[in-house]
Nanobody, 125 residues
Framework: QVQLVESGGGLVQTGGSLRLSCAAS????????MAWFRQAPGKEREFVAA????????GYGDSVKGRFIIPRDNAKNAVFLQMNSLQPEDTSTYYC??????????????????WGQGTQVTVSS
C-alpha cells in the first residue's frame, strides 16, 4: 500500500521560510517522479514543483520559481519543498504526489498516481 505523508506546514510571516517534507512508503521511490501541488479554497490545483526519480531534473511553477526548491533523498524515500521569501499568496494546502515515470516529471495533476493528504501553509501579512 502506497502512502505519502506530508509534514512541516504551519503559520509563517511574509518573507519567512518553511520546509515541507513528504515521506513515501510502499513504492520503489527512485522510479517515481515526485511533485508538490497546492490548492487554495475556491481555486484550481496549481503545480508548484517536481523532480525526476533520479533527482537530476526539476521544474517549477512560474509563481514560485527562484523562491522554492524541491530536493529529494532517495535513500530516505523522501522529497522536500524548501520555501523561501514566502508571500500571502502562497497560503494554500500543499500536496505531495508521485508519478510512475522512469525519467522526467510532469506539471499535470492527472499524471500523478498517488497523493498525500495535504499540509496547510499560511503566510500572514
Amino acid at each position: 500500500q502506497v502512502q505519502l505523508v506530508e509534514s512541516g506546514g504551519g503559520l509563517v510571516q511574509t518573507g519567512g521560510s518553511l520546509r515541507l517534507s513528504c515521506a513515501a512508503s510502499g513504492l520503489t521511490f527512485s522510479s517515481y517522479a515526485m511533485a508538490w501541488f497546492r490548492q487554495a479554497p475556491g481555486k484550481e490545483r496549481e503545480f508548484v514543483a517536481a523532480v525526476s526519480g533520479s533527482g537530476y531534473s526539476t521544474g517549477y511553477g512560474d509563481s514560485v520559481k527562484g523562491r522554492f526548491i524541491i530536493p529529494r533523498d532517495n535513500a530516505k524515500n523522501a522529497v522536500f519543498l524548501q520555501m523561501n521569501s514566502l508571500q500571502p499568496e502562497d497560503t494554500s494546502t500543499y500536496y505531495c504526489a508521485a508519478a510512475p515515470m522512469a525519467m522526467g516529471w510532469s506539471r499535470i495533476p492527472t499524471a500523478y498516481e498517488y497523493w498525500g493528504q495535504g499540509t496547510q501553509v499560511t503566510v500572514s501579512s
